[in-house]
């Protein structure tokens, strides 16, 4: 593997949007699979991978957030069960992602993200390893399950890229900044979905009450 030798690690020593731009570079004008892209990683670089994937549901105009989710959410899963290895279906290893958007994703990360590589460094490790990186990994794929929800997806997108930074960087920080943001999200959720529950049961109390022949129509 020519392009791989130089594989990129979940260390709190490298920049992540300069591994971007590496993988901008490397790719030619028929873009990369999602295989070769994984390739210029190390095999333990789970936030990293979960990084990627987060970064394109924030870049405006790419479409596809619901199907990208879904290996967000596998990630996330591997990293609860502390395996040691990625895995990610062949179907999707083979996708092509165009070169337009590896280079989107590329510039979206330089100008919006530059900041946090100023912030995040090693700190409140206990936040980012072990027992609490698992628990951090289920939030992230609540996050993941939200986003192919037909609702919009910029919270728990910005909560994933928050997290998985905080894991490519060991840094607790971000991590309970992207936990907390995921957690809103899910309780907002949570509340709206309940009250729409209970209104459309109220709502049918008072059709039974005062115009069953409306329910009649339906059955």
Do not use: Y
């Amino acid at each position: 593997m020519t392009q791989t030798e130089d594989l990129v690690r979940d260390d709190p020593g490298r920049s992540f949007i300069g591994v971007l731009q590496k993988i901008d570079g490397v790719a030619g004008e028929d873009g990369l699979t999602v295989s070769e892209i994984v390739d210029q990683l190390d095999e333990r670089a789970f936030g990293l991978l979960i990084l990627l994937f987060a970064l394109p549901c924030l870049v405006p105009g790419l479409p596809g957030a619901q199907i990208i989710a879904i290996p967000i959410f596998l990630l996330a899963l591997q990293i609860v069960v502390n395996r040691t290895e990625p895995w990610l279906p062949g179907w999707f290893m083979r996708a092509r992602v165009k070169k337009s958007w590896i280079s989107a994703i590329a510039g979206f990360a330089n100008k919006r993200l530059r900041w946090t590589e100023q912030f995040a460094r090693p700190r409140w490790r206990w936040l980012a390893t072990g027992l609490m990186e698992r628990l951090v990994g289920l939030v992230m794929a609540l996050a993941a399950v939200t986003i192919m929800l037909p609702i919009t997806n910029t919270i728990p997108s910005v909560a994933l890229t928050l997290a998985s930074i905080g894991l490519v960087q060991r840094d607790g920080l971000f991590t309970a900044l992207g936990s907390m943001v995921a957690l809103g999200w899910l309780t907002v959720l949570g509340v709206l979905i309940t009250g729409l529950i209970m209104g459309a049961g109220f709502a049918v109390d008072l059709l039974r009450e005062h115009a069953p022949w409306l329910l009649n129509l339906f059955g």
